[in-house]
């Protein structure tokens, strides 16, 4: 962050702009001291506004448009054109990918005494599932990427399956996004698989090598007859996708299979209506009509469709006792959230600090979400329709299930935040890239820093103070509007108008309380040596925790 | 009268349900002079069921083949539903209720009869009478004296015996301020705000009418009061109607205060929806928050279409501006609407708890509402005679108290430490304003509790919810005296719907409980650990 900073400031400074934040009121920072810590990585779009003749105050120099929900704007001098050295230099570092430079993650040279790459390790992960077993084996089919270029190395598959019908299984799915296993039930032995859409196409074909395969999986459980496919697309999108040669599992084909679809749009409906939730509350908040507004950006709509359809995975896998396979158009952005999702609910080993950054690093980044596209890393090109907040959406699913069940995560929002952040701040390698295999030929995990490494290394920081550790408990939140919430501290954190009391007063206050009863209980202990070593009058009395707490500074 | 010729049937066999959550409980159903009762027959495990027949908001009956349905909304708002057996006994049991829940007369409640172990009556009754409030003021300021103008009600049968008003001003000359005011209340002090040596002040509309009569005893109280704050300090009225309405008001007799009639004071309108219009929207909400079958998507612009959080929003405001004007503009303030019963104490209670700490403590809250609300001629009698659910045709009815204490909860949403009581206390203040075993909430002002004999007759929901008993749901496990005034934020999005009360029997509670009862584990703990020793603990208000 220092070199960031460095880069950014000095040359702010070199030139001497004004920079100011536009806000209604027109927050200017002439004078004060403020460090604006803005990340290049988070830079979007940068526009020049106004020309050599426009006139008035503030009307000419540049706009900053950022991936995390803000906008800056620097007003300029126009004399001396100092305008275009600074446009060029932060265009320059911003989009390195359009320049030939590195990303800022290859010239990170930070240093956590913990490494962060090694958290998350897939044979360990797939052994503390209990695989392999009877049923499922693991396979380095996949060692080169030449079954599938988006997959990870290591694939958990039926016993039964044979390397070569996996290789003819992938023929019949797109992007030879094969069935695989994601997570497997410790004690039904039903499993959550996940995959990308089969390619049936115009003419309905059929696989049989596939349907086969789909056979295999459902025999792997013997408690139910039949398989449950879950399409994360509505239904008629699905239909669409027989255009492009894709579809969704037939009746017919699949007899032993029921398919169900969980109506989730598609990436371009997602940022469209993220769009619009900036619209509403930056740089100001819509005040006349906020909820009607908020209710028409649908964000929060799609959060509840996305928190159903992994609810309806999770619980036909924990109650249905049927194993569950997943999917969307190409598997690596609905069916990602969903799998993640169900097996935060259902196995408490991902709630906990170091089980979710092994969640995320399983079933989002060695699958294949592709991160470079959807982020736009680097990337000048901001209004490329690749781009969308699908991960963000996310972290928004696992927030609204941290705020139903307090107890239940060992993480807070800081983390979730703290990810968030450098999901598009580019100092950390951990998501670059669309996938393992790219990962893999930039040598990302020998030339950069893992984000697991900053956040391992600091860890209380983190660590959600009500915290009560559960095996086995499932989770089912209630995704009805009524419960959903719109993520304020992160949404609408830029601005002014939401006042940061402090971090979070409940939990600071809650951990003082920890603090100070651990204090009481050893002097305590201490007292009652001091007893048994001689009868002494236990006089030394604590002082008031009052006195000791600090108080809320309050603002209008 | 007697309760017995009420009463239509003496029993029934009855299957309960309560909602989600709770398991449904069978036995015999019975009712009772003030309850309808479930005993759930010798071998059960769970106790008798008991309701208090005051709290049903409305009944609905069903008949089909040898049985019925009641269905009980309370003024709670919780959903009751009872299967009970017998065509006839279904419409008995619901006659006797209709009946019996609609008595008006305040003698025969059942506070009258309510005599709970181990509370002697007349414990709390005088633990926040107005001397006591006093004794605060004079420690602080000497320019304020307590009047008993009011002894016997006569001046202004809204106000409690005694009143603080300016020293300089006596008491004949309150009189004739009060002969100017509607319904005599002539402004008295609501807080004295001791660092900024400024008062709240609150009255109801001077009855200036269309010939804009003036009162040189009025013009003189108000002049009274600049002269007693800190030297050059000014004044800002606050009223809690439109300019447009305050004017209107003239034409009934009502109307405001003249700019040149009282020199150093300034007008402010801001609107505060009051009466039926807030009464609707309360009813609008609640069956929005009922309506389990409505589409969910429409749900936000739904809340937004009831205008609750509106209100909150204009509450909350106004209480910013009155106490704003006193902290930053070193400005007296005097509050009022129409009445002064209303709008009026939402603002001052609201603009209390923002500047004094003391008032967010649990005894300091206690005394808030009994001095700003129910001594101050709040008419809960009227207001709280129905909830959300009556088909009743509504008279007086509105919701200014949930407002408040909705308002109430919204500042403890946004500082955490701030408020020594939780939500808890929100909704048992709620549950018994509107129907409940305790005289606190009963009757429309001082005047009719003393008619009635409240205070030696019933007994004081202060002192039940003192009980050490009760503390852990009433209190905030984490409060921390902040000894600065908690300036909330009325945006948008700072402004929720209180889930804990409007979706409180329809969403299961347990998560957020859990959290809850492992802070006050920690606190349990920490003050077990701390044993004996005479420190002074973080759960006691500290002056």
């Known amino acids: 962050m220092s070199l960031l900073r460095g880069l950014l400031g000095m040359e702010l400074i070199g030139i001497s702009v004004r920079p100011f934040l536009d806000f209604q009121e027109r927050l200017a920072l002439l004078d004060s001291a403020l460090i604006l810590d803005v990340p290049l990585g988070v830079i979007s779009r940068i526009e020049k506004m106004g020309g050599a003749t426009s006139r008035g105050e503030n009307s000419y120099g540049l706009d900053i448009t950022c991936k995390d929900m803000r906008n800056l704007r620097f007003a300029l001098k126009q004399e001396g054109h100092s305008r275009r050295d600074m446009f060029e230099i932060l265009t320059r570092h911003a989009f390195p990918l359009a320049h030939s430079l590195p990303i800022f993650a290859f010239l990170n040279e930070e240093k956590f005494n913990v490494d962060g790459w090694l958290v998350y390790n897939p044979v360990e992960e797939y052994r503390r599932q209990g695989l392999p077993n009877h049923h499922w084996r693991i396979t380095f089919i ?31 799915r797109s992007r030879n996004r094969i069935p695989v296993l994601s997570w ?62 894709g579809g969704y599992e037939s009746d017919d084909a699949y007899h032993n299979a029921e398919l169900f679809f969980l109506d989730i749009h598609n990436i371009h409906v997602m940022r469209e209506s993220l769009k619009k939730v900036k619209d509403i509350v930056y740089p100001n908040v819509e005040e006349s009509h906020w909820l009607s507004s ?92 690749d781009r969308s907040p699908i991960f963000l959406q996310f972290i928004d699913c696992v927030w609204q ?9 060992e993480f807070n929002e800081q983390f979730l935040i703290t990810i968030l952040d450098h999901l598009y701040s580019c ?130 | 009268m007697e309760f017995s010729e009420l009463i239509r049937t003496g029993r029934a066999q009855a299957e309960l349900l309560r909602g989600p959550g709770a398991p449904p409980l069978r036995g015999t159903l019975c009712v009772t002079g003030h309850h309808l009762l479930l005993s759930p027959g010798p071998q059960a495990t769970s106790d008798l069921w008991l309701l208090l027949l005051r709290s049903v908001d409305s009944i609905e009956k069903r008949v089909a083949g040898d ?69 605060r003021v004079a420690r602080e300021t000497n320019a304020w004296r307590l009047s008993e103008v009011n002894e016997d009600f006569s001046v202004c049968p809204s106000y409690p015996r005694a009143v603080i008003v300016p020293r300089a001003v006596d008491d004949d000359a309150l009189a004739r301020s009060a002969r100017f005011r509607q319904g005599g209340r002539f402004p008295v002090l609501s807080y004295h705000h001791a660092p900024s040596g400024t008062v709240l002040l609150r009255s109801s509309q001077p009855l200036t009418g269309p010939q804009k009569r003036r009162c040189a005893e009025d013009e003189e109280l108000l002049r009274a009061v600049l002269a007693g704050a800190r030297p050059g300090a000014r004044g800002f009225i606050v009223d809690t109607r439109s300019a447009q309405a305050a004017k209107q008001a003239r034409m009934t007799g009502g109307g405001t205060e003249a700019k040149a009639a009282y020199p150093g004071w300034k007008r402010l309108h801001r609107p505060m929806e009051r009466g039926r219009p807030l009464q609707e929207s309360f009813v609008r909400l609640v069956e929005a928050c009922g309506d389990l079958e409505q589409s969910m998507d429409r749900w936000l612009s739904r809340l937004e279409g009831c205008r609750w959080l509106a209100h909150v929003k204009e509450a909350l405001s106004t209480a910013c501006l009155a106490a704003q004007g006193m902290e930053r503009e070193g400005a007296c303030i005097l509050v009022h609407g129409a009445e002064g019963t209303d709008s009026t104490l939402l603002v001052t209670s609201l603009a209390q708890l ?60 946004q500082f955490p430490l701030s408020l020594e009581f939780g939500e808890g206390l929100l909704l048992a203040l709620f549950e018994h304003a509107y129907a409940s075993p305790f005289g606190t909430f009963l009757c429309n002002s001082e005047k009719e509790r003393c008619l009635c004999e409240v205070r030696t007759r019933t007994h004081s929901l202060w002192s039940g919810l003192n009980q050490p008993k009760e503390q852990r749901k009433l209190r905030n496990p984490l409060y921390v005296l902040n000894p600065l005034a908690i300036w909330p934020s009325v945006e948008p999005q700072s402004l929720r719907l209180w889930q804990g009360l409007f979706l409180r029997w329809t969403r299961p509670p347990e998560p957020s409980e859990a959290a809850w009862e492992k802070v006050w584990q920690i606190v349990t703990d920490k003050e077990k650990t701390e044993g004996s020793q005479p420190t002074v603990s973080a759960s006691e208000p500290q002056p």
């Not at chain 1, 299930?401 to 995560?409: C, D, E, G, V, Y």
């Not at chain 2, 049985?67 to 709670?76: A, H, W």
């Not at chain 2, 009751?80 to 279904?90: F, K, Y």
């Open chain 2, 67 to 135: 049985s019925g349905t009641i269905t009980l909304r309370c003024k709670d708002l919780r959903v009751l539903q009872l299967d009970i057996e017998g065509v006839e006994a279904t419409l008995d049991i619901a006659r006797s209720i209709e009946a019996l829940s609609s008595l008006e007369s305040v003698i025969t409640s059942f506070p009258f009869f309510y005599r709970p172990k181990g509370l002697r009556l007349g414990d709390a009754w005088h633990f926040h009478p107005p001397e006591h409030h006093y004794k």
């Open chain 1, 427 to 556: 100092r950390f390698g951990t998501f670059l890239y669309n996938c393992e295999s790219a990962r893999e030929r930039q040598k990302v995990t020998e030339r950069t820093v893992s984000l697991w490494s900053l956040i391992n290394s600091n860890k209380d920081k983190f660590k959600n103070p009500f915290y009560t550790k559960e095996i086995n408990r499932v989770l089912y939140p209630v995704a009805s509007m009524r419960h959903l919430e719109l993520w304020v501290n992160y949404y609408i954190r830029w601005n002014p108008r939401i006042k940061q009391q402090q971090p979070n007063p409940v939990e600071q206050r809650y951990l003082e309380l920890l603090a100070l009863r651990d204090e009481y209980i050893k002097r305590l202990e201490e007292l009652q040596l001091a007893n048994s070593a001689k009868l002494s009058d236990p006089s030394t009395s604590p002082s008031s925790p009052s006195q000791m707490m600090p108080h809320v500074q309050t603002h209008f």
């Open chain 1, 142 to 172: 996949n060692k080169c990427y030449e079954l599938c270029d988006t997959y990870p190395s290591l694939l958990v598959v039926p016993y039964r399956a044979s390397d070569e019908d996996l290789r003819r299984v992938a023929t019949f």
């Open chain 1, 184 to 245: 497997i039930h410790p004690e039904n032995k039903t499993v959550i698989v996940r995959c990308s859409q089969p390619l049936v196409g115009m003419s309905g074909k059929r696989n049989k090598d596939d349907e086969k395969y789909l056979d295999v999986i459902r025999e792997t459980n013997r408690q139910i007859s039949k398989l449950t496919i879950y399409d994360a697309r509505p239904n008629v999108n699905a239909v669409a996708n027989k255009a492009t040669g």
């Open chain 1, 294 to 385: 908020l209710e028409s950006t649908h964000w929060l709509e799609h959060i509840k469709l996305v928190l159903t359809g992994a609810i309806q995975v999770a619980d036909k896998v924990s109650s249905g006792k049927s194993s569950v396979l997943v999917h969307c158009s190409d598997g690596w952005d609905r069916t990602a959230q969903l799998t993640s999702l169900a097996m935060l609910m259902l196995d408490s080993f991902y709630r906990s600090i170091e089980g979710f950054e092994i969640l995320v690093q399983k079933e989002w980044i060695s699958f294949g979400h592709k991160f470079a596209s959807r982020i736009g890393h680097g990337d000048k090109n901001h209004a490329d329709a």
């Open chain 1, 401 to 409: 299930m941290s705020k139903q069940f307090p107890t239940a995560f």
């Open chain 2, 354 to 413: 923002i500047l004094d700490p003391l008032s967010r403590t649990m005894t300091g809250f206690q005394e808030l509402v009994e001095r700003e609300w129910i001594q101050a001629g709040h008419p809960f009698q009227l207001r709280c005679a129905h909830s959300a659910f009556s088909h009743a045709r509504p008279k007086h009815e509105a919701p200014t108290f949930l407002l408040f204490l909705d308002c109430v909860w919204q500042l403890g949403r």
